[in-house]
């Protein structure tokens, strides 16, 4: 079945990076875009990031803009997240998603967590 | 900026009635908004998009409606499974989504 597999989360000081992975299986990864989303403890959803299929598109949330960096290795089906200059306002769960662009974003990986305090 | 806006923060109903949850948009979406589940601990799952148009497994007591800059998500005849938070999110401007902050549905 469509799984996604999020890796690389933990915690880090301010000013510190991160590279966060995701492992997709199930399906042809080549041919969709993905997404990166974000939840602070017990708040809402933050879009993050998105790349096109084949990694020439890209955007970000101006909240990361500068410091993170979307990319993905379609031969080894991964989705990749660096995240650098981190702050304790980026501490959240760090969701990676399939995104279907007007039919939803589906499926989500379970999370990783990314604790930014010194 | 699109800010989605959700209604009420906190639902309380009873299992077996039914639930009306309320997104507005800060400006028009057309039918450019999906709804999400999401349970304690687990990520969110996607049941309506393009306003009404459920996704794949998800059962028929949730639908969704409007368009534009209101947009209901109705779930008839609550299920025990079907207390969770809810989550609009608008992509008329895909793929710079924002979300609403989200609606709690409790048990009664």
């Known amino acids: 079945q469509v799984q996604l597999v999020e890796s690389g989360g933990g915690l880090v000081k301010p000013g510190g990076s991160l590279r966060l992975s995701c492992a997709a299986s199930?399906?042809?990864?080549?041919?969709?875009?993905m997404s990166w989303i974000r939840q602070a403890p017990g708040k809402g959803l933050e879009w993050v990031s998105y790349?096109?299929?084949?990694?020439?598109?890209?955007y970000y949330a101006d909240s990361v803009k500068g410091r993170f960096t979307i990319s993905r290795d379609n031969a080894k089906n991964s989705l990749y997240l660096q995240m650098n200059s981190l702050r304790a306002e980026d501490t959240a769960v760090y969701y990676c998603?399939?995104?279907?662009?007007?039919?939803?974003?589906?499926?989500w990986g379970q999370g990783t967590l990314v604790t930014v305090s010194s | 900026e699109i800010v989605m806006t959700q209604s009420p923060a906190t639902l309380s109903v009873s299992p077996g009635e039914r639930a009306t949850l309320s997104c507005r948009a800060s400006?028009?979406?057309?039918?450019?908004l999906a709804w999400y589940q999401q349970k304690p601990g687990q990520a969110p799952r996607l049941l309506i998009y393009?306003?009404?148009t459920r996704a794949t497994g998800i059962p028929a007591r949730f639908s969704g409606s409007g368009s534009g800059t209101e947009f209901t998500l109705t779930i008839s005849s609550l299920q025990s499974e079907d207390f969770a938070v809810y989550y609009c999110q608008q992509y008329n401007n895909w793929p710079l989504y924002t979300f609403g902050q989200g609606t709690k549905l409790e048990i009664k």
């Open positions: 393009g306003a009404s």
């Open positions: 199930g399906f042809t990864f080549s041919d969709y875009y």
């Open positions: 400006q028009s979406v057309s039918s450019n």
């Open positions: 998603a399939r995104d279907g662009a007007a039919a939803g974003v589906s499926p």
């Open positions: 790349i096109s299929s084949s990694g020439s598109t890209i």
